[in-house]
């Protein structure tokens, strides 16, 4: 039986960085969900496919902002379990981004379609 190991701590201003990158990602992301809210072009069903893995990575980054402004983040397992929170909620979020583009994009084609 090994006693039990301090925890190793990261700098501060290590965390500080970090915290500005969550903050400013988590920024963009609620921004695109509002611009893309108040897209001229009608909702449609498969809309909610892009939306789904928006939002869920849109919580993980909240989640992973929350944990990161906790004083006891400052301990290494604790941080890179909320660095692996943000990873996850940002693929997640970029997905859905992407696949909301890719349906905005086959609406406008088809639109174009029909006026030209």
Same mark, same amino acid.
């Given at each position: !039986? /090994?006693?039990?190991? #301090?925890?190793?701590?990261?700098?501060?201003?290590?965390?500080?960085?970090?915290?500005? &990158? &969550?903050?400013?990602?988590?920024?963009?992301?609620?921004?695109? &969900?509002?611009?893309?809210?108040?897209? #001229?072009? #009608?909702? /449609? #069903?498969?809309?909610?496919?892009?939306?789904?893995?928006?939002?869920?990575?849109?919580?993980? /980054?909240? =989640?992973?902002?929350?944990?990161?402004?906790?004083?006891?983040?400052?301990? =290494? /397992?604790?941080?890179?379990?909320?660095?692996?929170?943000? !990873?996850?909620?940002?693929?997640?979020?970029?997905?859905?981004?992407?696949?909301?583009?890719?349906?905005?994009?086959?609406?406008?084609?088809?639109?174009?379609?029909? &006026?030209?």
């Amino acid at each position: !039986m /090994q006693p039990d190991e #301090p925890d190793e701590l990261i700098e501060t201003i290590f965390r500080n960085g970090t915290l500005t &990158v &969550v903050g400013i990602v988590l920024a963009f992301s609620l921004g695109f &969900v509002t611009h893309w809210a108040a897209n #001229p072009i #009608p909702w /449609q #069903p498969e809309d909610g496919f892009a939306l789904l893995p928006i939002l869920l990575g849109i919580a993980l /980054q909240i =989640k992973a902002l929350s944990e990161l402004l906790k004083h006891q983040c400052l301990k =290494k /397992q604790r941080f890179e379990r909320a660095n692996r929170i943000f !990873m996850t909620g940002l693929l997640l979020t970029s997905g859905g981004v992407a696949l909301a583009i890719l349906f905005d994009f086959f609406e406008v084609s088809k639109i174009a379609k029909l &006026v030209g």
